[in-house]
Each structure stands twice: as structure tokens, then as C-alpha cells.
């Protein structure tokens, strides 16, 4: 009989130091719902300008772009005068004190070294041109 009662009891102690994950899985998903939902937002820190429409545009003159082109032999053109990487950054200063809202469009070879496009895009930082576009056309 004495082994009988062991059998009960040790069924009994089994039962007792089983832990119930239910609620513990709800916590889990719970946590994992909130940090897919709240990432993205923490996430996206993209600044953009968008234009905005403007009921007297016809009047004024439309805004000088100036161009950039980087050719495959690494030829630098401003508004189509030949100019080295010196040079350019130079031209920029001054284009930048002339009009503080100078726009710039750079547009590279598709088989330029894309170091070259890189130095120019920093040669506008330095010149503190935020207004700058690249050109998808292709350029020999």
C-alpha cells in the first residue's frame, strides 16, 4: 500500500512544478505587436521639400539651374565651361554668396568613376548648395 501512495504523491509534486507558458506567450506577442507597430514610425527620419503650388508662378521668371557634368574622362563642366575640381569649389563659393537659393544639377556618364560624381557632390556641401538634382540622362 505504501507504494501505492508514493505513486499518488509523486503524480501530485508533478503537476505542481509544471509552469503554465499561456500567459507568458500573450506577453510575448503583446510586446512583439507593440515593437512592429512602433518601429517604422521611429524609423522614418526622411526630411523632404516637396514643391508647392504657387498662383502667380506666370509672372516670375523661372529659376536658374546651374549644371554640373562629370564626363567618362573626368572632365568637369560648369554650365558648360571646362573646369578642374579646384576650380569648381571656388566658382561654387562665389555662386552660392551671389544667390543663397542656387539650384544645381549633376548629371555623370553612366561609365564614369563615381568617385569623381562623389567629389563633386562634396565640393556642393562645402559650398553649403542644398538644392542639388542628379540628371538620369546619359552623358558621352
Known amino acids: 500500500m505504501s507504494a501505492g501512495v508514493r505513486k499518488a504523491s509523486r503524480s501530485h509534486h508533478g503537476t505542481l512544478t509544471e509552469l503554465n507558458i499561456?500567459?507568458?506567450?500573450?506577453l510575448v506577442f503583446v510586446l512583439l505587436v507593440i515593437f512592429i507597430i512602433t518601429t517604422p514610425q521611429?524609423?522614418?527620419?526622411?526630411?523632404?521639400?516637396?514643391?508647392?503650388?504657387?498662383?502667380?508662378?506666370?509672372?516670375q521668371p523661372p529659376p536658374k539651374v546651374n549644371r554640373i557634368t562629370v564626363a567618362v574622362n573626368g572632365e568637369i563642366q560648369?554650365?558648360?565651361?571646362?573646369?578642374?575640381?579646384?576650380?569648381?569649389r571656388g566658382m561654387l563659393a562665389t555662386l552660392k554668396k551671389d544667390n543663397a537659393d542656387?539650384?544645381?544639377v549633376v548629371a555623370g556618364a553612366s561609365k564614369v568613376?563615381?568617385?569623381?560624381?562623389?567629389?563633386?557632390?562634396d565640393a556642393l556641401q562645402q559650398a553649403d548648395i542644398t538644392k542639388v538634382?542628379?540628371?538620369?540622362?546619359?552623358?558621352?
Open 22 to 26: 499561456t500567459p507568458l506567450l500573450d
Open 113 to 121: 568613376d563615381y568617385q569623381l560624381v562623389i567629389n563633386v557632390l
Open 42 to 59: 521611429m524609423a522614418n527620419d526622411l526630411e523632404m521639400n516637396l514643391p508647392s503650388p504657387q498662383k502667380n508662378r506666370s509672372n
Open 102 to 104: 542656387a539650384a544645381v
Open 78 to 88: 560648369l554650365n558648360r565651361q571646362k573646369v578642374t575640381l579646384a576650380e569648381l
Open 133 to 140: 538634382g542628379l540628371a538620369t540622362d546619359t552623358i558621352r
